[in-house]
């Protein structure tokens, strides 16, 4: 089976930057788009970024500028830069993969930016 493995979470503080990154292994021969999400004590999950190709990236008003997200096909790992982090930004950050048939979620991390 799938499985989206996360890594790169953790403390810091205002102006830093974090680097989260999601291996995938199993049976995924493609996919119609990948992305990271994010959820905040007591807030809905929100989309954070988006990738169907490296020309096709969306991002959310409130990330555009800071985060950038990429992709390395023969590592294949999902990648998260984000830059000049804001205490708005603590979250558990979750890494997202659709296919055309299924949709897969890794386990979260917890990004936490102190004052």
């Known amino acids: 089976q799938v499985q989206l493995v996360e890594s790169g979470g953790g403390v810091v503080q205002t102006g830093g930057s974090l680097r989260l990154s999601c291996a995938v292994s199993?049976?995924?021969?493609?996919?119609?788009?990948m992305g990271w999400y994010r959820q905040a004590p007591g807030k809905e999950r929100e989309l954070v970024a988006d990738?169907?190709?490296?020309?096709?990236?969306n991002y959310a008003d409130s990330v555009s500028g800071r985060f950038t997200i990429s992709r390395d096909n023969a590592k294949n790992t999902l990648y998260l830069q984000m830059n000049s982090l804001k205490p708005e930004d603590t979250a558990v950050y979750y890494c997202?993969?659709?296919?055309?048939?299924?949709?897969?979620w890794g386990q979260g991390t917890q990004v936490t930016v102190s004052s």
């Open positions: 997202n993969v659709r296919t055309y048939l299924n949709e897969y």
């Open positions: 199993g049976s995924l021969f493609s996919f119609i788009g």
């Open positions: 990738i169907r190709s490296s020309t096709m990236t």
